[in-house]
């Protein structure tokens, strides 16, 4: 059984940082992209930043230049540095991941984690 687990997710001001986690546990053997989405209250799900097992990093075009992707393979943790924080910032914050799992025969699969809430207010 695979588990993807956000943490970090807090109140903060305006022009504020934070620093997202996701860990993934459970029987693996392999991750291949990861991602972080985004829900603000009321729209739908977007992606937020995107980084593959060699390390290509892509972002989107509101968050470039603040938000800064990474990921640990050691740890199965990957991390969003989140800088100059916006109130149009807030959301519930989810990463996604490809895994290779199993505990006899092995399979990729897609997993979410269950999410973290961040809220950028004064």
């Known amino acids: 059984q695979v588990q993807l687990v956000e943490s970090g997710g807090d109140l903060v001001q305006p022009g504020g940082s934070l620093r997202l986690s996701c860990a993934a546990s459970?029987?693996?053997?392999?991750?291949?992209?990861m991602r972080w989405y985004r829900q603000p209250p009321g729209k739908e799900r977007e992606l937020v930043a995107t980084i593959t097992s060699e390390g290509s990093i892509n972002y989107a075009d509101s968050v470039k230049g603040r938000f800064t992707i990474s990921r640990d393979n050691a740890k199965n943790t990957m991390y969003l540095q989140m800088n100059s924080l916006k109130p149009d910032d807030t959301a519930v914050y989810y990463c996604?991941?490809?895994?290779?799992?199993?505990?006899?025969?092995?399979?990729?699969?897609?997993?979410w984690g269950q999410g973290t809430q961040v809220t950028v207010s004064s």
């Open positions: 996604k991941a490809t895994i290779l799992s199993g505990s006899g025969s092995r399979y990729w699969g897609s997993y």
């Open positions: 459970g029987s693996i053997f392999g991750i291949n992209t």
